[in-house]
C-alpha cells in the first residue's frame, strides 16, 4: 500500500492499535476513530458515533477505511434478539459504506467474525477445516449480524472492498477468552478436560493486521471473503497444556470425561430455566469447550501472499 491517508475504526481497541502501529509505521498518514478520543498510534483522531443518526460521517481525503468497529460478542445471547448487535455492527456499517460512498473513498476493509458463517460442526468431531466455500448459516445475534454487515459492504459502490472472517484473535494486550482461560487455570478453577480430538483454530493478532494491509491493495481480492486463521489448531486439552507450561506449572496427567461435565452441565440449564439467570455451567458453555471451530486459511494464503507465524505460545 502506497502512503495514503487511511482510517480505522475501532482504534483504540486491542486489534485496532495494532493495526494503527503497523500502518503508521509503514509510511501511512492514520487517522483513528472511535466513540470517545483517545491517544495512540495515530497522526489524528475523529470521534465517530455510527450510531448516532444526528449528524452525517464525513470521510473527505480518506482513501482507505478499515472498518474494525462492532459491538462485542457476548456469551450469553437470546436466541433472535439482535438488539444491540443491529444499531452498531448492521446501521453502524451502513452509516460508514454511505459516507465512504460519498467520499469517494477507493477501499474498505471489513472485519467481519466466522461467526457469520455458523458454528461449523461444533458439535460433532471435524474431519476437514470449514472455508469460505461453506454455506453461512449463522446461528446467533452477533453471527447474523455480522453477514449483514458483510452483504452492505460487498454489495456498495465502493470500488475496492474486502471481507475478513477472523477466528478468536490473541496477541500481547489481550483481555480475551485465552487470558481467562489462563488466569481460570493458575488458581484451580479450570479443570483438566479429557482430550476428545476437537480443535480449534486461533490467530496472531500481527497475522490479523497483516491480513488488513494485504486485502486493502490486493487486486485479487476485491470483493472476496477471507477466512484469517492461524496455522494452529488445537484440542481444548492442548490448549490447557501448553498455557500450563507457559506458566511454568506442573503437567497434569488426567482430565475429565466430557461426558461428565455434560451430565453436570444439566443441572445448569435446569438452573437456567428455573431462574432465568445464566449458570457459570451450561450445555452451551461445555460445548464451547468441547466442540471443533477448525478453519482453513488456504485461500487468504493464496489469494493475499499471507504468510502465518509458527506459534507455540498464546500469552504475552
Not at 438488539?83 to 454511505?98: D, F, K, P, Q, W
Not at 466466522?114 to 449463522?138: F, I, N, T, Y
Not at 486493502?216 to 497444556?241: C, F, M, P, W
Request: aromatic content about 6%; charged content about 25%.
Amino acid at each position: 500500500m502506497s502512503e495514503s491517508k487511511v482510517l480505522v475504526t475501532g482504534a483504540s481497541g486491542f486489534i485496532g492499535r495494532t493495526l494503527c502501529k503497523r500502518l503508521s509505521e509503514s509510511g501511512h498518514v492514520v487517522v483513528g476513530s472511535g466513540r470517545r478520543e483517545t491517544v495512540g498510534p495515530w497522526q489524528s483522531f475523529m470521534s465517530m458515533d455510527l450510531t448516532c443518526t444526528q449528524s452525517e460521517l464525513k470521510l473527505d481525503g480518506i482513501k482507505t477505511v478499515f472498518h474494525l468497529a462492532s459491538k462485542a460478542h457476548a456469551v450469553s445471547e437470546a436466541p433472535g434478539d439482535t438488539s444491540g448487535y443491529n444499531e452498531v455492527i448492521v446501521e453502524g456499517t451502513r452509516r460508514l459504506v454511505a459516507a465512504a460512498e460519498r467520499a469517494s473513498v477507493h477501499s474498505l476493509v471489513y472485519m467481519s467474525s466466522v461467526k457469520a458463517m455458523g458454528e461449523g460442526e461444533s458439535r460433532r468431531q471435524q474431519l476437514h477445516p470449514l472455508d469460505e466455500s461453506c454455506s453461512a448459516k449463522p446461528e446467533t445475534p452477533y453471527g447474523l449480524c455480522k453477514l449483514e454487515a458483510e452483504t452492505i459492504v460487498l454489495q456498495s459502490k465502493i470500488p475496492h472492498v474486502v471481507v475478513l472472517r477472523p477466528v478468536m484473535v490473541y496477541g500481547p494486550g489481550h483481555k480475551g477468552n485465552l487470558v481467562k482461560m489462563a488466569e481460570a487455570i493458575r488458581v484451580g478453577r479450570f479443570p483438566p478436560i479429557a482430550d476428545n480430538k476437537n480443535r480449534r483454530s486461533m490467530v496472531h493478532v500481527d497475522d490479523l493486521v497483516g491480513a488488513c494491509a494485504l486485502a486493502a491493495v490486493s487486486d485479487k481480492a476485491n470483493r472476496e471473503v477471507y477466512v484469517i486463521a492461524g496455522e494452529t489448531a488445537l484440542s481444548t486439552r492442548q490448549l490447557y497444556d501448553a498455557l500450563r507450561r507457559e506458566m511454568k506449572m506442573r503437567p497434569v496427567g488426567w482430565g475429565v470425561p466430557g461426558a461428565t461435565l455434560l451430565g453436570v452441565a444439566k443441572l445448569g440449564d435446569l438452573m437456567e430455566t428455573m431462574t432465568g439467570k445464566r449458570m457459570p455451567l451450561s450445555s452451551d458453555i461445555v460445548w464451547k469447550l468441547l466442540g471443533s471451530a477448525w478453519y482453513s486459511n488456504q485461500k487468504s494464503k493464496d489469494d493475499l501472499g499471507l504468510v502465518y507465524r509458527s506459534e507455540s505460545r498464546f500469552l504475552d
